[in-house]
């Protein structure tokens, strides 16, 4: 997603890599996550020592570890500490935290998770902290949380039904990056109603949009090599969409997804999707225009540094000009 105001500072993109996860939980992690369900913390032995959480191998060894499950905490006391100021929405609380290992009573080894302490000032190594389970729970690491020990108070949780099994997540990376700034300036070009292409200094060919270098030729191009290209072109191939289901995906209904030759430019562009020209008078050769979003509604979050997805975000949709087709023949040494 790129953001950023039209005319200000280079936009950043901020990117969300997310799926869901799921697995059985096999011998050890399932009667783990069972007892947080059931507002118990458990631990395994492993020699001497108990581990919490529980592993299935022997850390020192890596031997196979039979289970012998240990009930541990639910006091225990901070090793160390670091203090969650800005929380992002996968994070426990909403608000500031900590993460700490936390040696709970009776183990051997640190379990880091999250203390809802109000306040960095709360927080010291050494500490003492007691589990506090959640009102719902689902065999989850995140049933429970911990709060400083003076915070605690006396709480009855009900077991739940069957052993927990299975263990759903969602494993998600968000991260930002700048766009580079032939990118940005294609970015700002649509902001404002133009589409910006790059001319090769060497060959001619104009590119949109620009990749800040001519691939073919191998020379960079510069700002001095933006020239703009039209909002109109013509259909060079296409693909009819039936969507399938699976997470995040939002189609639900057939639609059009196109490579356009942009009059003025010598190469396509890419991944734009058509929802009003009828599947079966789609064509090559079809001369199509593009109809600008108002400038308030333009939104350039599809674009990024490698990708071009985000034409719909500038685009209200395409119409056919009403020119005649252009012959498939002349589109062949375009279709690179």
Request: aromatic share 8%; with cysteine.
């Amino acid at each position: 997603m790129a953001t950023g105001p039209p005319g200000g500072e280079t936009p950043t993109l901020t990117n969300v890599v997310e799926y869901p996860y799921t697995r059985t939980t096999g011998p050890v992690l399932g009667p783990f996550l069972t007892g947080l369900r059931d507002g118990r913390i458990l631990g395994g032995r492993c020699g001497g020592r108990v581990l919490c959480p529980p592993l299935e191998y022997d850390p020192g060894t890596a031997a196979p570890l039979p289970f012998d499950p240990v009930e541990v905490g639910p006091g225990g006391t901070v090793a160390s500490w670091t203090w969650v100021a800005e929380p992002t929405r996968h994070h426990p609380f909403a608000h500031p935290f900590a993460f700490a290992l936390i040696l709970l009573d009776g183990a051997d080894t640190p379990l880091p998770h999250a203390v809802d302490a109000g306040a960095p000032e709360r927080m010291s190594t050494g500490r003492r902290v007691r589990a506090r389970f959640r009102d719902e729970r689902r065999g989850a690491i995140t049933d429970l949380y911990f709060v400083p020990e003076e915070d605690a108070a006396p709480r009855r949780v009900e077991p739940g039904g069957e052993p927990v099994t299975i263990t759903e997540h969602l494993i998600s990376l968000e991260y930002r990056e700048p766009l580079h700034p032939h990118r940005a300036r294609f970015v700002q070009g649509l902001l404002e109603g133009r589409v910006i292409g790059q001319r090769s200094p060497v060959s001619g060919r104009v590119y949109v949009p620009g990749r800040g270098y001519d691939q073919l030729e191998r020379v960079p191009m510069t700002e001095a090599d933006d020239v703009p290209v039209a909002d109109r072109g013509t259909v060079g191939s296409f693909t009819r969409i039936t969507p399938v289901r699976y997470y995040g995906q939002k189609e639900t209904e057939p639609y059009i997804r196109a490579s356009i030759l942009l009059d003025g430019s010598d190469a396509p562009i890419t991944g734009v999707d058509v929802r009003t020209v009828p599947a079966g008078e789609f064509r090559v050769g079809m001369r199509l225009r593009a109809v600008w979003r108002p400038p308030g509604e333009r939104d350039v979050s599809g674009f990024d540094n490698r990708a071009v997805g985000g034409w719909e975000g500038v685009f209200e949709r395409w119409e056919p000009t009403g020119e005649p087709d252009a012959d498939p023949r002349d589109l062949r040494e375009h279709a690179w």
